[in-house]
DNA sequence: AAAAATTGCGCAACCGATTGAAAAGTTAGG
DNA sequence: CCTAACTTTTCAATCGGTTGCGCAATTTTT
């Protein structure tokens, strides 16, 4: 039993009238009598008639849809991040649509075109680890797109941003230690390239300072890849080495959970022997055993700090407003776990 | 330095020719002069104008663009999903649009006909757990939307559908724990109203039987809400009723979780004294101390599945074929660690 | 050189809604 | 009974592309 998709002009047809009288009937415009608009709904009802946003969209130069493009789903940030945006979007009326650029800075290209070709009404976006030209930002910002960057932005151009505060979170985990009774602390830390690696490293060597510990490089051994076997390897050779240290401060959870499993194998107790911070709070983290003390990066408060800033921006320039970019910093908290807790 | 946003017609009129000239030209059409073609293109270039796909899809009443709507999206399985959902769209030229539903079916409600406002070639949906009414799915199919259900999916409705065989997954657990050498097998079983959790259940059961392993209901445990806390609490009570069991079949793997970290916090080894396994390979699963053996339901699969699926019946319906809705059953793995070996 | 074929391009309708302005239709006042 | 003043409805343009058809201008054929 296979329905028809009903138009305007389907109602007017069958009750003689003009669709200009449907479209007016059905948003109870005042110029309508009450006779036509009880017909034409019930026949709209009848019909189960839905406009087609696509002609609406068209018209008004608004398709109450905004794009946010992300480098991974299957990652509980991002995950996150779009959870938060929706739930802004769904508030204000608006759709959201989502691409993936898995890393690649190619389909990142191709993404923000396929967005702006549907006219998204604003683009979030977090870009991927490799991305070096912003052409394709710029071209879209300049056609009058309103665009937030969130986590992954780039201080190359002037647009909207939305970051975490990388250094304070690190400066954060690494007190949290000291105050914890640690005297020699190890970070594994990230990839040289990535600001949030050296943020981070700062926000260590800042606390380590400001408790009047002194920094010792070799005690800042780098994780770049962040996979769990670097981790515990890397870790295990620490150990092995017979390098003094009494706590960790690693640059990311996987990382810590690497380390973790690693001193576990090698008789050292968490947090006994050795106290741990990771950096992201997974949300596998708190299932661990011991629960794993995390710096969090709420994913939805970003998400939703982004999406207002975004339709903040959207509305401005509705407006004919001139709208200045916005730098705004989500600050962490440090989630204190029995990885820690000495 | 801001561009408008240039159409066609702009491009005609700084050429002194109509605007069909130009849509031409830029197809390729055999009717247009090289050199107009030339021109065409390199004041596209200059413009950076990008053509506007909501006339298009207007124009065609097709808009590439699917739909999927989940529960959840900060769910290892359901990311998967999406992420295998995208990379087939990619390849078939489609964006995709996603919807959360949050778990609400009134929400659901409103994103398919969202999604049908939008006119999306084609729509993918994950049920929420309450969804007990399905008027807004059949709406949407009548109107001729190819639609495909994965996962959580509804017997009371003639579709496609993507399903992961939850029996199969259950037997392969409860088989291997037995040719493990366990003997007294538990089973912490879902909630009753789910499917999924009868399938699982009969899955153990069935496996127990034809190992000639009496089906004993003291060992059927019930963890309805699938939280750390309830699995870890009711695992504690377990060992303190001095229940006897040598191995766990959990209904998911936060269960799993949750009873391994009781186990070991009442001194029992794992996977020595009990072996366990867990349904879904979390991603966290692997990363554990000892790492989880699992049932990976391979979300990825699920969501390339389902696409294909989705887009066979899109091809098929543009042609005015008549298309019977398919189940596809998709087989699961068990993923074999240490949690399990003994 | 006239007729036919080909080439290159423009006109106008169309997709499905919105909306200002014009045009009916209705009622009231003089 | 005529006109002014409403009320209600229709017309037609618009959004940005696509596309069948027609029409010149040019080239080829006879």
Redesign the interface.
């Known amino acids: 039993?296979?329905?028809?998709?009903y138009t305007m002009q389907d109602i007017a047809n069958q009750l003689g009238i003009s669709k200009s009288t449907v479209s007016r009937a059905l948003k109870n415009h005042p110029d309508i009598s009450q006779e036509t608009k009880d017909a034409v709904n019930k026949l709209a009802e009848e019909m189960?008639y839905?406009?087609?946003?696509?002609?609406l969209?068209?018209r008004h130069k608004k398709?109450f849809?905004i794009g946010i493009i992300v480098p991974e789903?299957?990652?509980?940030f991002f995950?996150?991040v779009?959870?938060g945006v929706?739930s802004v979007a769904?508030e204000e009326g608006y759709?959201?649509?989502?691409?993936?650029s898995n890393e690649s800075p190619e389909?990142e290209e191709v993404d923000v075109?396929?967005m702006?070709?549907?006219?998204v009404d604003g683009l979030l976006i977090s870009l991927t680890k490799e991305t070096k030209k912003l052409k394709h930002i710029e071209?879209i910002v300049?056609?009058?797109v309103p665009l937030v960057m969130f986590d992954r932005v780039s201080e190359n151009i002037n647009v909207s941003k939305v970051i975490t505060d990388d250094f304070q979170g690190a400066f954060m985990a690494t007190d949290h230690l000291v105050k914890q009774g640690c005297k020699k602390i190890v970070h594994l830390s990230g990839p040289d390239n990535l600001s949030i690696s050296s943020l981070r490293l700062n926000g260590y060597k800042d606390a380590l300072s400001k408790n009047n510990i002194p920094v010792d490089d070799n005690l800042i051994i780098p994780c770049p890849e962040g996979t769990?076997s670097e981790a515990t390897k890397t870790m295990k050779s620490i150990i092995n080495s017979n390098l003094e240290f009494d706590g960790i401060f690693a640059n990311n959870d996987?990382t810590a959970?690497g380390a973790?499993?690693a001193l576990?194998e090698l008789g050292k107790k968490v947090p006994e022997d050795i106290s741990i911070v990771g950096f992201g709070d997974?949300?596998?983290s708190?299932?661990?055993?011991p629960p794993l003390s995390s710096i969090e990066q709420s994913g939805i408060n970003i998400g939703v700090e982004s999406a207002k800033l975004l339709f903040k921006q959207i509305k401005e320039e509705e407006n004919d407003k001139e709208f200045t970019p916005i730098t705004k910093v989500v600050q962490n908290n440090l989630i204190e776990r029995k990885s820690s807790i000495k």
């Open positions: 039993m296979r329905k028809a998709q189960d839905q406009p087609n946003s696509l002609a969209s068209l398709s849809v789903i299957v990652h509980d995950a996150n779009i959870s929706q769904y759709n959201v649509m989502i691409c993936i389909q075109k396929a702006y070709s549907s006219r071209s300049n056609k009058g769990l996987v959970i973790m499993n576990k997974w949300r596998l708190q299932l661990l055993d």
